[in-house]
């Protein structure tokens, strides 16, 4: 009977030890499904991740080139200050300005040289309405009007009975006079302001011509020969003055015959000859040229013009 009951826990035991063996296997079988799963979620949660970043990097650069391209078409036409188009001037029968065009962009800085009598003086009469013209296009853009234009052409019109300080209070808009005193100072134009503009040498006019020019925070400047009659150290003040309000987006049209001068304020110049614009250059270009020396350029056009004769 022992036998027997040893024999049925044999048999139990052994049972019970064929069974334990798999019990892991089971548990491992239940644990590689798990796993598989949460592989799936993983792998599930991993093409989601890709997808967003994907989407994420696609909006990136879109947004960059939708910012890039609203840079450039605003550089290319909304800094636009003015543009010229084919603008013809005649006076009695003789072509005074021929087919000019130009644009003149928002901080740019733009030299006209050319010969006496080209026509410098004349074209910036035209821009500013002192002279008319009979064909062709001149526009002001965005919130631009003429009250925006400074200028100075050839003699400054002073009132000679009043101060200098006097005549620029005139034209100063601003209530507050600090705009007006910093350009007093920057000119160094302190020691003279006080004085009666007829007692001014012609250096001391021009400087106030300049002075009258900048009032009003203008958003373009025209100035027809504005080193006429200055000494070195005024040359040097108007440079850097011109700079630094070329630095804060004002526009400039120079003319000049001190070209050594005006290459170091301009960013393009134009070359008008004969009342047409028969070259227009980029300081870059200039100074990648063999015509490193833009007076020989300039000369080049006059003897040729003599030749012609
Ligand atoms: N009021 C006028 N009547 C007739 N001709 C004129 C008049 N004003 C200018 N001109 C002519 O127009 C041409 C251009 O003159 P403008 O004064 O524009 O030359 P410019 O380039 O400024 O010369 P400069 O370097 O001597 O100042 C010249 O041939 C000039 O004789
Ligand atoms: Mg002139």
């Not at 334990?20 to 979620?41: G, N, V, Y």
């Not at 003429?146 to 400054?156: D, K, S, T, V």
């Not at 011509?209 to 504005?226: F, K, M, R, Y």
């Amino acid at each position: 009977m022992m036998h027997k009951k040893t024999d049925r826990n044999l048999i139990f035991l052994t049972k019970f030890r064929r069974l334990t063996p798999a019990l892991p296997t089971r548990k491992i079988e239940t644990e590689t499904c798990d796993m598989s799963q949460s592989l799936t979620f993983h792998q599930d949660n991993n093409i989601l991740k890709n997808i967003i970043i994907k989407v994420y990097y696609c909006l990136y650069f879109f947004g960059k080139i939708v910012l890039y391209t609203n840079n450039f078409i605003w550089k290319e036409n909304f800094m636009q200050l003015l543009t010229i188009e084919n603008i013809n001037k005649r006076i009695k029968k003789q072509k005074i300005l021929k087919d000019i065009s130009f644009t003149l962009k928002q901080g740019e800085v733009v030299g006209l040289v050319g010969a006496n009598g080209a026509g410098k003086t004349t074209l910036m009469k035209v821009i500013l309405g002192l002279s008319n013209y009979q064909s062709g296009s001149l526009k002001l853009h965005g919130p631009m009007n003429n009250n925006h234009i400074g200028a100075l052409i050839e003699n400054p019109g002073v009132y000679p009975f009043l101060t200098g300080y006097e005549n620029m209070n005139l034209i100063n808009e601003d209530k507050e006079k600090e705009n007006m005193e910093q350009i007093i100072k920057n000119l160094e134009m302190s020691q003279f302001i006080h004085k009666k503009a007829k007692a001014y040498s012609l250096g001391m006019k021009q400087k106030l011509g300049i002075a009258l020019s900048l009032l009003n925070q203008p958003q373009l400047v025209i100035l027809d020969e504005p080193m006429n009659g200055l000494d070195p150290k005024a040359v040097r003040n108007v440079r850097e003055t011109i700079l630094s309000l070329k630095a804060q987006g004002v526009s400039f049209l120079i003319s000049s015959h001190m070209l050594g001068e005006l290459v170091k304020v301009t960013d393009s110049i134009l070359i008008i000859d004969n009342g047409a614009i028969v070259k227009e250059t980029t300081m870059e270009e200039l100074n990648n040229s063999n015509e490193s020396d833009l007076e020989n350029v300039l000369l080049n056009i006059i003897d040729h013009k003599e030749e012609k004769k």
